[in-house]
Structure formats: structure tokens, C-alpha cells
């Protein structure tokens, strides 16, 4: 049972990462992503540890996880930042014409 949170964790861990990395609209899918697979890669983890089964999946499913909510928090709020700058430059166009 824990083996497979794990391996579901770390392939959530991929995921994210990748939706990290093409930004956009994907960072908005790869957050939550991220965060599924990191507290299905905890569960698996206690879960395998418990049992004494070595946790390394686990444990790379935990890594990649944070490493997934850290491109994708990056993504998330640059696409952000520009999202509001072009707003304002829209704006500030349309009040000079």
C-alpha cells in the first residue's frame, strides 16, 4: 500500500515539474499537482517506514514534489506580475488615445 503512495507521489513530483516549466495556465494545474504529490509521498513514506520497507521512492517523490511547488509558485505569480503589467500599460494607452 505505501509503495504505490509513493510511486503515485513521485510521479505527481514529474508532473508538477513539468507544468512548472512550460508556465502559463499549466502552473495554475501543477500547484495543486505539486502539493497532492507531495502529501502522498509523506503518507507513502510514513507508511513504507512503518512497515520497514526502504522509503528512497518516497523520499524522491518528496524532493521532486518540492521541487515542483517551487517552479510552479514561481510560474504562478510571474505570469501574475505580467498579467498586471499588461493590464496597466492597456489601461494607460487607453487613456492617452
Same mark, same amino acid.
Given at each position: 500500500m505505501g509503495?504505490?503512495? @509513493?510511486?503515485? +507521489?513521485? /510521479?505527481?513530483? *514529474?508532473?508538477g515539474i513539468v507544468?512548472?516549466?512550460?508556465? $502559463?495556465?499549466?502552473?495554475?494545474?501543477?500547484?495543486?499537482? @505539486?502539493?497532492? +504529490?507531495? /502529501?502522498?509521498? *509523506?503518507?507513502?513514506?510514513?507508511?513504507?517506514?512503518?512497515? $520497514?520497507?526502504?522509503t528512497g521512492i518516497a523520499t524522491a517523490g518528496l524532493v521532486l514534489g518540492i521541487i515542483a511547488v517551487v517552479f510552479t509558485a514561481i510560474a504562478f505569480f510571474t505570469c501574475g506580475?505580467?498579467?498586471i503589467c499588461a493590464a496597466g500599460a492597456s489601461s494607460a494607452l487607453a487613456s492617452l488615445g
Open positions: 509503495k504505490g503512495k @509513493a510511486v503515485a +507521489g513521485m /510521479v505527481l513530483g *514529474i508532473v507544468c512548472g516549466l512550460l508556465s $502559463g495556465y499549466l502552473s495554475l494545474i501543477g500547484l495543486p499537482i @505539486a502539493i497532492v +504529490g507531495l /502529501v502522498i509521498s *509523506i503518507s507513502g513514506g510514513k507508511q513504507l517506514k512503518a512497515n $520497514g520497507q526502504p506580475i505580467c498579467i
